[in-house]
């Protein structure tokens, strides 16, 4: 693919590896073509990973690399979102950057739209999409507010400016006048020697396949003839997965992507033909100017069809993917071919027979993947008709993000009335993700033509439908329910529509039962941070927005990641050999047939660890390859090295491992529970007297919620490079971690050598959030017993499914409460526990179940407060830490509690929380720990009146009354949140300055950067404390010969100790320069540098904190386990579609104290960012297993995280102003985990939509929603008629364990085959 052959054959290594399969849009680079037709340049942006070399003769592909650098000039794409601050860890941005790019190639003045569609095939896991969106908004010509107004209703653009008002603007967070223009002449130009046009039928003969690539249709039918099973590659999106993931090979791909008649259209009065070949972003513009040439009721097809693409895949699948191949792939859940089918739409099929016509009917689909289609025949084109007098369409699909998606169920419906009534002459209905393909409600249909389209006869049809698509229980990719209810609830919508129509045409008059949905535009954005005094110097840039220090090399590819290394001499890849059984005795491990492998060095097993073989987290030992014994799928068993990854992974597919299967795997915390599979201790904490306090209650409930797990899904997956030096039992360790001490001294326990022969390097992260500190040390152990064995650089690089099955993800929680509590609201008891799923390992789980009952209370004060905890062991992979390390679990059964009480008594939430049962006054928490709550009230009470709190209110109980099928949601949620670790000792660090002659200096400390933007607040505070500009100071890579034995980066105190320790040795520097400015008080910093040197005086200082003695005693249930809080609140309202359970978060408002930010760009960034992976965890992500404990969802197009069409429409950040932290420097605070949390209130504001749902159903009170509130948990809770006549399937699956398939048949690694038939399974 051309990824590999950019990254490894040409060395350009700006274009990332995230996913491997088209989900991510790391890999997005621009591919150029001549088209001869028109004679004009097509630029389009594609994934990388999925465009094979051989099929890009003729074209030209600009990579990051191509458009801009630091040593030439940066292009104003990648310096925009630099300065806008979209680039934290980076390892997005140069996708970013090129989606952006090839939009401005096409549209030098995008609008928003153009703008979010074409950064929606892009993930980011740090920033949030706001700042990404706002570099590129810089582009568009469409009007920017003001932000005149904080609460967003007031707008200069609508005659609300006064000069007063401009003057009083708050600071910005970038200067928009201070970016480079856009100039197109700058642009490469397309090589002109492209400009031929390539005639010549091409072979390409590799090792395993034969690449051939024809350029006439003879040409191509008498290959196909010949060689009737070979696929035809055109936009590789289907093929390519399949044999990526699935292991497909093809002796002979036939790629026809020239061959012209594939790409003809033809329009005629009676409709449109298009050729197969075209994409479907060809398509989709193609029906954008149909729809605006011909009369509207006309285009019902093409505008239901142009409904679908709209969401299908991202801009870089859709540039690629063809119609052709679209139709062929039959997908189950294709978005088009229910569309095709009930148009009835038909495809031009070429074979050495010759031509003919087929139907795309019921009779086309025939089983998961397979179409009538004879092997040897070719689509040529599919012809799509014009609507007919009286004749309509609609689509609708369901998937589990807004888009870039596969659908979870889909619908192409048409309806034919007779002239002048509603009498049904003609009806057709497909639906996707309800059986093996695309399926047809025949029996529906038949049942409601010749009759009138009125009440009755929907009616009659929901009960028919519900007959006709019966899914078994065991349907592939579960949510049978739900799939069932959408074929009712999607055929509703329809009705509703074609009520609307009826209305118009038939018994005149006007129909307001149909609802649009909510306008998808991003409304502007308002922030609110303090500026620097008025007297700062202006060359301290303490408390100003800097730009991260890296965002320019981020977004011009030129920043080196882990895999960016260049290849060593004689380097060696590892790929890791996993368990496929959940819990099993290791027989026997051959490796022979491996060794057979070309290419294959050595494969390592426990036995070739020459020093400790296990790791031990909290008292637990943890083998690092397993030894005799296995207790999880994916936990690793050996290693398999070889020259080149390719051949390490055929070697490793080869290693055979012999397992007796022990009984009885647990997976689930009930199971846990039942069985007393716990890693001890268990913790309890007490405050009062809860069971006394229970009896003198007015009411009590009980309730329980369940959280899912959630991957990390840094973009960048765990990667290192071990370099024997080949002396002294040297090795440099080039890794992407959070923590390089832990990882040296692992790796030299693991080789028997003193931690000083070891040195860790880490350059940057392209994202952790807690998953790169234990998980990624033991990795690190493996290779480097590899390097040591074998004696060369060995690189250890996780593909994102391997990634994702070995390396453990956030705990799984099941939270129950028991709350006794007052007629007015008052809390007096409550009684909690909180089961974690911790899998197969201890790894941090007791630590993350301690601060779970630290955070039990949150900002409540409680009187009689009792929490619980326990680590599971399961046979699930081990979980670890996880950005809040335990906190987002603990604090949502929290706030579910008070939600519980707040619905028992029929009030709002927010009255329960706020008025009643906050902390007040300096109070003790349930730990004993004195603190004073001012400022958590103050973001409270901020937030309510910056989110017009109590306006909206009435006007969503407005509109929920007088809308039945959308519901609006609101909910406000403080957060008190304590920093630094519990752990005393882990609140330290170290650094080391040194100044060069030439007044440079050079900065090291402890700290990783991630994303975080910790060296650029290192930078500043070196600038501060140094008294010279910013500029002139580098921060190098946290290695740990310069700087050792660090703490890890985490615990939002990376800045809080680190920073203290830069200081600290600046401090020493300045002083020591001290008596050279007496001597020469007019000199500057390179002349008092150079006296200084001549004058003996070292200009090289370490620097210490000695940071917060901290502590916990869980025998007396008191201590002071953390050194301050950060408070605050966040308001979201979401729109609630109950009909379908999508939800789309209409405003946040968010404020936080977060002390005197050091640098308001960097904190606001981390706070929209862990807001929307909150959002993530709260309502979308899924981690789905089998019931044998086999993770599923092992990339981005089973895991779904927020993408750009997923921030709030409003999104509003406000700092605390007049906030001070003594306990941290310069009185900032810690920001990088707390505001994850506050996701929970879009989960509350959703939970809160479904009450009102409810409430049109008769029920009231409290109900169990599980988190994530996805848009299955969603639509089945709002209870509507349709959920109500789906009757709930018989459950003979464990609950958790719900599997997931994608392909036409999946090789679980058990050697199970689940293979699709007519609407069942085989096992
Ligand atoms: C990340 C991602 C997201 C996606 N999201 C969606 C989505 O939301 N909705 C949706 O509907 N789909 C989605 N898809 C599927 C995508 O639309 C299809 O894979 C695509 O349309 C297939 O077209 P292709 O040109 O890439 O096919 P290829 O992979 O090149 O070929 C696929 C198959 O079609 C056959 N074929 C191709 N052209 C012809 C022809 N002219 N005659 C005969 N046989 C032919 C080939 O032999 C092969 O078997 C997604 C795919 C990816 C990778
Ligand atoms: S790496 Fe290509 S899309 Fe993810
Ligand atoms: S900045 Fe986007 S993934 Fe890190």
Redesign the pocket.
């Known amino acids: 693919m051309l990824l590999s052959y950019l990254r490894e054959r040409l060395r350009l290594t700006g274009t990332k590896y995230g996913c491997g399969?088209?989900?991510c849009g790391a890999c997005t680079v621009m591919v150029s073509r001549y088209q001869p037709s028109t004679k004009t340049i097509l630029h389009y942006s594609a994934n990388a990973c999925?465009l094979p070399v051989c099929q890009l003769q003729g074209a030209a592909v600009t990579t990051v690399e191509g458009i801009g650098n630091t040593k030439t000039r940066v292009h104003p794409v990648q310096e925009r979102i630099a300065k806008a601050h979209g680039s934290q860890c980076g390892f997005c941005t140069p996708g970013m950057v090129m989606s952006m790019y090839t939009l401005l190639r096409n549209k030098p003045q995008p609008n928003m739209e153009d703008i979010t569609e074409a950064l929606g095939g892009n993930l980011c896991r740090c920033t949030g999409y706001r700042p990404i969106v706002d570099g590129c908004k810089t582009f568009s010509q469409e009007s920017n507010c003001c932000q005149a107004n904080g609460n967003g209703a007031g707008c200069c653009l609508n005659g609300d400016s006064s000069p007063q008002r401009s003057e009083n603007l708050p600071p910005q967070l970038f200067d928009q006048e201070d970016l480079l223009p856009l100039d197109p002449t700058q642009d490469l130009i397309f090589p002109p020697e492209l400009i031929v046009r390539q005639q010549d039928y091409q072979l390409f003969r590799g090792d395993r396949m034969v690449w051939v690539s024809p350029v006439s249709l003879e040409e191509l039918i008498q290959l196909k003839t010949s060689h009737p099973q070979a696929?035809?590659?055109?936009?590789?999106?289907?093929?390519?997965?399949d044999i990526k993931f699935k292991g497909a090979w093809h002796p002979i791909i036939i790629s026809p992507t020239r061959v012209q008649e594939?790409f003809k259209v033809t329009k005629t009065p009676q409709g449109v033909c298009i050729g197969?070949?075209c994409s479907?972003s060809v398509v989709k513009a193609l029906l954008e100017g149909l729809v605006q040439e011909i009369p509207e009721e006309k285009t019902e097809i093409y505008r239901s069809l142009l409904q679908q693409l709209g969401?299908?895949?991202g801009q870089q699948?859709r540039n690629?993917?063809?119609i052709?191949?679209?139709i062929?792939?039959a997908?189950p859940n294709?978005?088009?071919n229910p569309v095709f089918a009930a148009g009835n739409c038909i495809l031009n099929v070429a074979s050495k027979r010759g031509r003919q016509e087929i139907l795309l009917n019921k009779d086309f689909f025939v089983g998961f993947g397979k179409t009538s289609?004879k092997p040897d025949?070719?689509?040529l084109s599919v012809f799509i008709p014009v609507s007919r007098q009286g004749e309509f369409m609609r689509a609708f699909r369901q998937a589990p993000r807004k888009e870039?998606?596969?659908?979870t169920v889909t619908t192409g419906m048409r309806v034919m009335f007779t002239e002048g009534s509603s009498v049904v002459k003609e009806l057709s209905i497909y639906y996707g993700g309800v059986g093996p393909c695309t399926v047809s409600a025949t029996k529906t249909c038949a049942a409601v033509i010749g009759r009138k389209w009125d009440e009755q006869t929907l009616s009659e049809a929901y009960t028919q439908l519900l007959d006709e698509i019966s899914l078994s229980p065991s349907h592939p990719g579960g949510q049978v329910e739900f799939r069932r209810s959408l074929t009712l609830s999607l055929l509703f919508k329809f009705n509703l529509q074609m009520l609307h129509k009826l209305w118009e045409m038939v018994w005149t008059g006007s129909c307001s039962l149909f609802m649009k949905d909510y306008p998808c535009c991003h409304k502007n954005v308002w922030f609110f941070f303090q500026a620097v005094v008025k007297d700062q110097s202006g060359d301290d840039p303490v408390g100003r927005p800097i730009m991260h220090r890296s965002a320019i090399s981020q977004a011009t590819g030129e920043a080196v990641y882990c895999d960016d290394i260049p290849k060593m001499e004689g380097e060696l890849h590892l790929v890791l050999v996993t368990s496929t059984r959940p819990h099993a005795k290791i027989l026997d491990i051959d490796i022979s047939e491996a060794l057979q492998v070309p290419g294959v060095v050595d494969v390592i097993t426990s036995k070739d660890i020459p020093g400790k073989k296990f790791r031990t987290f909290t008292g637990i030992d943890e083998d690092i390859l397993a030894q005799n014994e296995v207790s999880c799928v994916g936990h690793m068993v050996c290693a398999v090295v070889a020259d080149t990854r390719n051949q390490a992974k055929r070697g490793a597919a080869v290693v055979k491992i012999g397992y007796e299967d022990l009984p009885g795997p647990v997976f689930t915390v009930e199971e846990a529970i039942e069985k007393q599979s716990f890693f001890l201790p268990k913790r309890m904490i007490e405050q009062g007297n809860v069971d006394e306090a229970f009896d003198k209650v007015d009411h009590i409930y009980e309730g329980a919620i369940r959280l899912g797990g959630q991957e990390h899904f840094y973009m960048e997956t765990q990667s290192m490079v071990v370099v024997p030096s080949g002396e002294e039992r040297e090795l440099k360790v080039y890794l992407s971690c959070q923590h390089p001490t832990y990882a040296q001294e692992s790796i030299a326990e693991t080789l028997g050598i003193p931690s000083n022969r070891v040195s860790c390097h880490v350059k940057r992260v392209g994202g952790a959030f807690g998953g790169k500190v234990t998980k990624t040390s033991i990795i690190a152990c493996i290779t480097s017993v590899a390097a040591w064995k074998t004696g060369r650089a060995v690189r250890c690089v996780l593909e994102r499914g391997e990634d994702m099955l070995i390396t453990g993800a956030r705990h799984p929680v099941l939270g129950k409460h028991k709350v006794g509590f007052m007629n007015n609201g008052r809390i007096m008891a409550a009684d909690l526990h909180y089961y974690a799923n911790s899998g197969n390992t201890a790894d941090e789980s007791l630590l993350v179940i301690e601060k779970i009952l630290l955070h039990l209370d949150n900002a409540y004060n409680v009187p009689n407060l009792r929490g619980r905890s326990v680590a599971c062991k399961t046979n699930l992979p081990s979980n670890t830490a996880f950005r809040g390390f335990g906190v987002p679990q603990s604090m949502l059964v929290t706030e579910n509690m008070i939600n519980d009480v707040a619905m028992m008594l029929g009030c709002n939430a927010e009255e329960v929380r706020g008025k009643i049962n906050m902390y007040k006054e300096v109070s003790l928490t349930h730990y004993k720990f004195e603190f004073d709550p001012k400022n958590l009230l103050r973001c409270w009470d901020e937030c309510k009146e910056k989110s017009d709190y109590d306006r909206r209110r009435k006007s969503i109980g407005q509109f929920n009354q007088q809308n039945r099928w959308k519901k609006r949601g609101m909910a406000t949620i403080p957060i008190k949140y304590g920093i630094a670790f519990s752990d005393g000792f882990l609140n330290q660090a170290a650094s080391l300055v040194h100044i060069y002659k030439d007044g440079s200096v050079l900065v090291s400390h402890g700290g990783t950067e991630m994303g975080q933007g910790i060296h650029t607040k290192m930078q500043q505070v070196a600038s501060r404390e140094l008294h010279i500009p910013a500029s002139l100071i580098h921060i190098t890579e946290t290695n740990t010969s310069a700087v050792p034995n660090t703490c890890p980066s985490a615990a939002s105190f990376g800045t809080d100790a680190n920073g203290m320790a830069v200081k600290d040795a600046c401090e020493t520097l300045y002083q020591r320069l001290e008596p050279v400015r007496k001597q020469n008080p007019e000199g500057t910093w390179q002349i008092w540098v150079n006296s200084a040197f001549i004058q003996k005086i070292s200009l090289s200082a370490t620097g210490y904190y000695r940071g917060h003695d901290l502590h916990m005693d869980w025998e007396k249930q008191e201590g002071q386990p953390y050194a301050y809080y950060t408070y605050g609140a966040c308001c979201s309202e979401v729109e609630v579609d109950c009909l379908t359970g999508d939800y789309r978060t209409v405003r946040t408002d968010i404020v936080m104290d977060i002390g005197r930010s050091i640098n308001p760009s960097v904190d606001i960034g981390q706070i929209e960012g862990a807001f929307i992976q909150g959002l993530g965890l709260y309502t979308m992500e899924e981690l789905k297993f089998s019931p044998s404990g086999v993770l599923y969802t092992r990339g981005p197009?089973q895991y779904k995280i927020p993408a750009v069409c997923d921030i709030p429409l409003q999104f509003n950040v406000y700092l605390l102003s007049g906030s001070d932290n003594p306990h941290a420097i310069y009185s900032s605070k810690g920001i990088g985990e707390p505001v994850l949390f506050l996701g929970s209130s879009v989960f509350f504001a959703i939970k809160d939509a479904v009450a009102a749902s409810r409430v049109e159903a008769g029920m009231v009170g409290p109900f169990t929603l599980d988190s994530p509130a996805t848009p299955e948990r969603t639509c089945l809770a709002c209870n509507t008629p349709f959920t109500q006549k789906v009757r709930p399937q018989k459950k003979n699956c464990r609950p958790l364990q719900i599997w997931f398939i994608l392909g036409s048949h999946f090789q679980t690694p058990e050697g199970i085959k689940f293979i699709y038939t007519n609407n069942s399974t085989q096992v």
Not at 231 to 241: A, C, E, K
């Open positions: 399969g088209g989900g999925l696929p035809l590659v055109m936009g590789n999106t289907n093929i390519g997965p594939l197969a070949g479907l969401n299908l895949g699948i690629v993917a063809t052709g191949g679209n062929v792939s997908y294709s978005d088009l289609l025949e070719v689509v870039n998606a596969l659908a197009s």
